[in-house]
């Protein structure tokens, strides 16, 4: 099995920054695309960012600008640094990560997300 761990919400004025953090283990044998989503109450999940294993990226067209989504194949950890934040960013962000596992089969895994709140 594969976890992912995030870190690093938390309550921030609009303007303000945070860094997002997913930290992938277990019965890895390569993490290729990795991802944040986000939920918004009463709405549906987003695509915020993603990056693949060799560093191409893609942004939702609301965040361009403003996020960067990074990775560090060493660590299993995929960042996403975001600047400028608005209270429309206040969500629930969750990781996602396509994982090869040490038995060669490919999964999906989300982490259980965390809490993104940007209010004055």
């Known amino acids: 099995q594969v976890q992912l761990v995030e870190s690093g919400g938390g309550l921030v004025q609009p303007g303000g920054s945070l860094r997002l953090s997913c930290a992938a283990s277990?019965?890895?044998?390569?993490?290729?695309?990795m991802g944040w989503h986000r939920q918004a109450p009463g709405k549906q999940r987003e695509l915020v960012a993603q990056?693949?294993?060799?560093?191409?990226?893609n942004y939702a067209d609301s965040v361009k600008g403003r996020f960067t989504i990074s990775r560090d194949n060493a660590q299993n950890t995929v960042y996403l640094q975001m600047n400028s934040l608005k209270p429309e960013d206040t969500a629930v962000y969750y990781c996602?990560?396509?994982?090869?596992?040490?038995?060669?089969?490919?999964?999906?895994?989300w982490g259980q997300g965390t809490q993104v709140t940007v209010s004055s």
């Open positions: 990056i693949t294993r060799s560093g191409t990226t």
């Open positions: 996602n990560a396509i994982v090869t596992n040490s038995d060669f089969r490919v999964g999906n895994y």
């Open positions: 277990g019965s890895i044998f390569r993490l290729n695309a």
